[in-house]
């Protein structure tokens, strides 16, 4: 029976938005990727449903998963990756959203073995410290071993870096979740044409990139910043 709750049409609203931005920004890959809110009522996530382009998802492409897999409310086929953000909100109770892309710059930035640098105002939001790197394997994240290690790996992080595969990116809310993973996008495209420019990167120091989280990534600004995104998308 569909659901009347309020917090769970919210839910299923945000997620399915998040996956619009994310398409819009560069983050669609066919099929793949995919958003999950925490439930509110503590029985699960709402993720995107599986076989849809993150540009394509609407409300009624989420659906309710639990940690087993197991689809509790709404159809549609369920993403195999799922422990990726069932295991994360386990591991991180801080957290409330998270997203899983393929962006082409970070995995292009990440398979280069080169660290993130803020050598643009992007990178900051993440560095200091290092962003980590998920390299156990480059498979797909199937099984709720997998998703525990991810967690590990990510630890008290924003995002990880999924070597020769994407990103996760994580969040109090879908919103931060999502501008994050395009915050991370741009930081990775950017240092990738510094590097193909040749000459000498420099970039911030740690207390530097400090500062900058603190007057360019503040809670108003990056809830304004998921507005514009929002305001961008095709009507
Ligand atoms: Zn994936």
Redesign the pocket.
């Given at each position: 029976m569909a659901t009347t709750d309020p917090a769970t049409v919210d839910a299923r609203e945000l997620v399915a938005t998040a996956c619009r931005v994310l398409a819009a920004a560069g983050q669609d890959?066919l099929i793949?990727?995919?958003v999950s809110s925490r439930d509110s009522q503590g029985r699960g996530v709402w993720l995107k449903s599986a076989e849809w382009g993150l540009s394509e998802i609407t409300a009624d492409r989420v659906h309710l998963v639990d940690e087993e897999g197991s689809v509790l409310e709404g159809g549609g086929t369920r993403h195999s990756?799922y422990p990726?953000h069932t295991e994360i909100m386990n591991a991180r109770p801080d957290v409330g959203a998270v997203v899983?892309?393929?962006p082409p710059y970070s995995v292009a930035l990440a398979a280069t073995g080169q660290s993130l640098r803020p050598v643009s105002h992007a990178a900051n939001y993440f560095v200091p410290p290092e962003v980590p790197r998920f390299t156990a394997t480059a498979d797909?994240?199937l099984t709720r071993d997998l998703g525990r290690s991810l967690a590990r790996e990510l630890g008290d992080a924003s995002a990880i870096f999924?070597v020769n595969?994407?990103i996760v990116a994580v969040g109090a809310t879908v919103q931060e979740a999502a501008v994050a993973a395009v915050v991370l996008e741009q930081a990775c495209k950017q240092q990738l044409l510094t590097h193909s420019a040749g000459g000498w990167p420099s970039w911030s120091p740690p207390q530097e990139s400090l500062a900058k989280r603190e007057h360019i990534y503040g809670p108003r600004a990056m809830s304004a910043v998921w507005d514009y995104l929002v305001r961008q998308l095709p009507g």
């Open positions: 890959d793949w990727g995919h990756e990726i899983h892309t393929h797909l994240i999924l595969h994407g």
